[in-house]
């Protein structure tokens, strides 16, 4: 049997959260390692859709040390650059990210930490998780979604209009995703957007770098935070679909048919393709033995700390780990504020 390896502060997953964890880790001296699942940098990004946007201009949209170059033509730079920047990023900080190591289950040993994973085990005194969501899709349960024969996704397999044109589409969701998605494919396809609400924009002016201000001072108790200005961030490609009049949103259908979706009012509209845009779940199954979820699901947190285990720390999970800390603008503060708590402990 391999013996397990060790490092001081193991972090699982290698895209925007882990980098910043392991830069701020390094520069404290400590050892750490890197655990990622992906065959490739560039976390979620590589996966999303290429005409994504990021919600802030370059500059506001950087890791810790290093800004993100502007893209050429582009205020708001889009995945691929993203990617790019943080594949750069982390070459740069040499962070050693180990890939296509996926951590199955992380259990208490003593006074440390065992990582089970595919490529043997881990042992540490400290552990951040930073797996972020992306690979916990959430699809509401929707009756006679398995009555519908038509194409079904999540915005986590959505990559572009082209398998779409032509065809009849439902996009569910009145988000950003939900926006973005819908505008992406207005030119190519018959579009129906669908949402639990009447779509809220936020003021055109606003972008990233106000919202991030904004969910700052509403964890410091100051401010309705983001939700009180709207929903939408109104990106270049979401603004020119909504003033050309094609954004236009409908209410949420009640079921789902064979053809398509129905509403109350027992209208149908025979569709090819649903494409849910209804979100992600944090993807923390890893930590299931330590017995840290409430029923609700989610881990009572001081700031990045587990309440019931100082050894785990949570990072890049929205609000709830750190005011915009699944941003890449709003991580780098709340990974500082965690190895800084990592580092008072071991050393």
Known sequence: MTAARHADVLVVGGGQ????AGFYLRRAGLDFAILDAATAPGGAWQEYWDTLRLFSPATFSSL???????????EYPDAPHVAAYLTDYEKRYELGVRRSVRVGAVESEGEGLVARTDDGDWTSRALIMATGSWNRPFIPAV????EFTGRQLHTHGYRGAAKFVGQRVVVVGGGNSGAQIAADL?????????????PRYLPDEIDGRALFDLATRRVQGDGGGPGSLGDIVAVAPVRVARDAGLLIAHPMFRHLTAEGPAWEDGSTWDCDAVIWCTGFRPDLAALAPLGLRQPGGRVPMEG????????IHLLGYGDWTGPASATLIGVGRTARTAVQEI????V
């Open 17 to 20: 959260a882990g980098l910043a």
């Open 64 to 74: 810790p040390g290093r800004p993100m170059p502007h893209q050429r033509g582009e």
């Open 143 to 146: 009756p006679g979604l398995a």
């Open 186 to 198: 207005v030119p190519h396809a018959t579009v129906r957007w669908v949402t639990q609400r009447p």
């Open 304 to 311: 990045t700390r587990a309440v019931e285990d100082e050894r």
């Open 343 to 346: 580092k008072l402990r071991l």
